[in-house]
């Protein structure tokens, strides 16, 4: 819509055909809209010379929406840099500013990040300041006005809109009138002094109203009821179609000073004024007077290019009710309007009023509407259920999902809101959302086996890679488009559920990723094609195969260059990366996280977005950057998080974040504590106890790291068919743990397991050796320290420590100079010891673990 109404806008967005069906091209259009106006915004502040402003009048009556857009933009302009090109400036009643506003939240939350906000309390004029006014209204001198501008100010309270309205009866009614004779101003004090004023500004513009003539009083009434401005078009229609007389009548209002007329609009003076204006008609007649204004704008609707006139006409209709329907086809033309308006909004990304519409829609149908009135009531159901999940309102989601499911007659007609539920329940109910996804693909024909053992997924994988290999890489890419709607459809639901099982259940997962390419290599291509190929990589990957599943996750990135394919772009890029950590060195390979996460939300994808900006976050800190850094990195995908109410993924994040913070100082009493969040999937349960393994490793506590080992092995069942960057944490880290517990418990089971990570360690420093030989050489000092090879164990500790600093991950440094100084001090080498526990004491410092140098420092200290 924005590209229509300003071309050039165009080249910045992208093309768009206009649709925002979720399932073409678009997650959320109107989280990509928000997304493509902050990227605009930040392009002309960051180019333009000058500030740029923003001013908003009337803040107190804005939307959660539009406030939300206005937080968005605050924030970008935050992040661009120390010029402050961007400036808002913004106007709110106090008297109505309260703490429920959205405004008020606002404003709340951007002081909570420490962004400037200056409040200017705009007060009533002083006494000097009305008696200035009068002064320089009336040409005279001060000296001459006092008198008057002490009557005027007494009786106003310095109130400028009843100044000015009060000066304007005065003159109206004679009592302020010039003089041809002295040529000046005159007045007659006393009578201004005894003429009774209402206190209220309110209740004077109405009693001035009334005494208008009766004509002037309903044009008054009638422009009220659009706003406080009104194209004098559609007051030409109006009068056209009621047969009314209300130029003539606005004109003398625009004579009197109530309204101003410019840029072809009349419009209030002052909003007091339209209130006042609007009272003039009686409460039980209010909504009569707005049907009936809406049903003489249809016509004009339906024939207008303008689809103003359409939303105008549809509001005024909506803001009458059922109850002025006057019979059955009214309601049904009223639920039709409402219905076009609503899909007019949705091409614009505004699915708050396009979900008000098809509300409105709803309630004007009548008793067996699904009965009589099927298409109707299908087609407004379906879209009221699309917009309230855009919105957030999964209360109103669910209410309205459950009627189409009851009352369509047909599977296909459910599909669009089984869609919608999945994607829902995927933010914060995955697993339900994965069986509902498993339960419709089964009605549209793709089933799944009760279970999948290993042995079954590589023959099936073999025989897709056999598949594959009929075709070139180039053919691969140029196949076939897909044209059968079922499929398209349960392309559609896969996608869905490939994410959901990779956190619920993972042993389904290849299956569903190998059926997704089945399906694109015997239907063609859909835009969810890249991310089959993508997965399928990544199993490869997984299977050991880590260069010939690169070249496919490299295929499904190539596939996204398909004209429509962009939906999925940020989930392939992200899991995309994850290949690409086993390949290329992981400090550059992590920066296309954030590729993928400027992707997602483009694409309006905000579950995409936040895993692509959690996953960043957790690669930053294994990736050895500053922990200054990472915790900033880890604040802002939080923040994305508890915005969109996203506990999921927050359940995921929480375990690592609180490591992070505990190793930079934070008193541990001081968080929160997430545990029911580790109760959310497999995945997190495990990361939970991971992560306090770590911790109580990190911190040489052996009987507690000994107790979260065995909870970490006891839960480290998950068969997992992709390939992740943090297995690669999670096998260096459970590899050390084990070494040192079987070194004092001289328990094999704990030997067996550091042996497995430093195998897998292993496969991986082959496919990589910048990111894992420096991991390997560790977890071998570890085994050899185990065996008590001590010439072995100080070599590779060593090489472990050289490695480490060539491949600038300084948190491994330091821990291979920590565990060093430990063997050294074990083996009697205290002076040894004594120099690679100050080396781990400065690399920790250096890497911003302040929390854990001091701690290493104590015991240092206490040891020698």
């Not at 929406?65 to 400036?89: E, G, P």
């Not at 407004?380 to 189409?404: M, R, T």
């Not at 897998?760 to 065996?787: G, H, P, R, T, V």
Request: glycine share 6%; aromatic share 10%; with cysteine.
């Amino acid at each position: 819509h924005l590209a229509r109404i300003i071309p050039s806008l165009a080249t910045v967005m992208g093309q768009d055909d206009g649709q925002c069906d979720i399932a073409q091209g678009c997650v959320d259009p109107q989280k990509r809209l928000l997304y493509l106006l902050c990227q605009f915004v930040e392009v002309i502040s960051c180019s333009s010379g000058v500030p740029i402003t923003l001013f908003l009048d009337d803040l107190q009556w804005a939307d959660p929406s539009s406030i939300a857009v206005i937080h968005q933009l605050l924030l970008v302009s935050r992040s661009l840099n120390k010029t402050r090109q961007f400036f808002v400036l913004g106007c709110v009643r106090k008297e109505e500013a309260g703490n429920n506003l959205p405004f008020t939240g606002m404003v709340s939350s951007i002081c909570n990040i420490g962004m400037n906000v200056t409040t200017i309390n705009l007060t009533c004029m002083d006494e000097d300041t009305i008696s200035a006014l009068v002064s320089e209204v009336l040409c005279l001198s001060p000296r001459l006005t006092r008198s008057l501008g002490h009557i005027v100010y007494h009786k106003t309270k310095g109130n400028p809109l009843f100044f000015s309205q009060l000066m304007i009866s005065l003159n109206r009614d004679g009592l302020l009138q010039p003089s041809l004779r002295r040529c000046r101003w005159e007045w007659d004090e006393e009578k201004i002094r005894l003429r009774k004023i209402p206190d209220d500004v309110a209740m004077f513009l109405s009693i001035n109203i009334e005494r208008l003539p009766k004509e002037e009083q309903m044009a008054l009434s009638l422009l009220s009821c659009f706003g406080a401005s009104t194209k004098i078009t559609l007051v030409e229609a109006l009068e056209t179609t009621l047969q009314m007389s209300l130029i003539n009548s606005l004109e003398k209002s625009v004579a009197e000073g109530l309204l101003d007329k410019a840029n072809g609009s009349y419009s209030f003076c002052h909003d007091r004024l339209q209130e006042a204006s609007y009272n003039m008609m009686r409460q039980e007649e209010r909504c009569l007077f707005h049907f009936k204004y809406g049903v003489a704008l249809i016509s004009c609707s339906l024939g207008s290019q303008d689809d103003a006139m359409l939303f105008i006409a549809t509001n005024q209709l909506n803001r009458g009710g059922p109850s002025a329907v006057e019979d059955k086809e009214q309601g049904i033309l009223v639920a039709n309007l409402n219905l076009t308006a609503g899909k007019k909004a949705m091409e614009m990304s505004d699915f708050s009023t396009a979900y008000s519409y098809f509300d409105h829609g709803i309630s004007f149908l009548r008793k067996r509407h699904w009965t009589e009135q099927y298409q109707l009531s299908l087609d407004l159901f379906d879209n009221a259920a699309k917009c309230a999940l855009f919105i957030g309102n999964i209360i109103s989601l669910k209410l309205l999902s459950q009627q189409v499911l009851t009352f369509a007659q047909t599977f296909q007609d459910k599909l669009e809101v089984l869609f919608v539920t999945v994607s829902g329940l995927a933010k914060c109910e995955p697993r339900e959302a994965a069986n509902k996804a498993i339960s419709v693909l089964s009605n549209l024909g793709e089933h799944f086996s009760d279970s999948y053992s290993e042995a079954d997924i590589c023959m099936q994988v073999e025989k897709t890679k056999v598949m594959l290999q009929q075709y070139t890489a180039q053919e691969i890419i140029n196949h076939k488009q897909m044209v059968h709607p079922s499929k398209i459809m349960a392309m559609k639901f896969l996608a869905r559920l490939e994410l959901l099982i990779l956190l619920t259940q993972p042993s389904w997962q290849p299956a569903v990723t190998l059926k997704m390419i089945q399906l694109s290599m015997k239907y063609g291509h859909s835009p969810i094609s890249p991310l089959a190929f993508t997965y399928f990589g990544m199993l490869l990957a997984r299977l050991g195969n880590i260069r010939e599943g690169y070249s496919y996750v490299k295929m499904g990135r190539k596939l996204l260059d398909r004209p429509g394919y962009n939906e999925v772009a940020g989930e392939v890029i992200s899991m995309a990366t994850q290949v690409m950590c086993f390949v290329e060195p992981v400090q550059s390979a992590n920066e296309f996280f954030l590729q993928g996460q400027a992707a997602a939300m483009s694409a309006g994808d905000m579950n995409n977005a936040i895993m692509s900006s959690l996953v960043y976050s957790v690669g930053s800190y294994w990736a050895g950057v500053k922990l200054p850094t990472v915790r900033e990195n880890f604040t802002a995908s939080r923040s994305m998080m508890e915005k969109q109410g996203n506990l999921m993924w927050l359940a995921h994040q929480a375990p690592l974040e609180r490591s992070m913070l505990i190793l930079i100082g934070v008193d541990e009493r001081e968080l929160p504590d997430h545990h029911d969040l580790g109760k959310t999937s497999p995945h997190a349960t495990l990361l939970n106890y991971f992560n306090k393994m770590y911790l109580a490793f990190m911190f040489r506590d052996f009987e507690q790291t000994k107790v979260f080992a065995e909870e970490y092995y006891c839960h480290n069942n998950i068969v997992s068919f992709s390939l992740l960057y943090i297995h690669t944490a999670q096998a260096f880290i459970g590899g050390l743990v084990a070494f040192s517990i079987s070194r004092k418990s001289n328990n094999p089971i704990w030997a067996d397991r550091g042996s497995k990570a430093k195998c897998l360690m292993k496969k991986w420093a082959d496919s990589c050796n910048w990111n894992f030989q420096s991991k390997l050489y560790l977890i071998e000092a570890e085994e050899a320290y185990c065996s008590d090879d001590i010439c072995s164990a100080k070599s590779l500790y060593e090489k472990a420590i050289s490695s480490a600093r060539a491949h600038r991950f300084i948190h491994e440094e330091a821990l291979a100079c920590e565990l060093a100084g430990h063997f050294c001090l074990d083996i009697g080498q205290k002076n040894e010891a004594v120099n690679y526990f100050l080396q781990a004491h400065e690399k920790y410092h250096d890497w911003g673990a302040i929390a854990k140098a001091n701690a290493l420092y104590e015991f240092a200290t206490t040891a020698f």
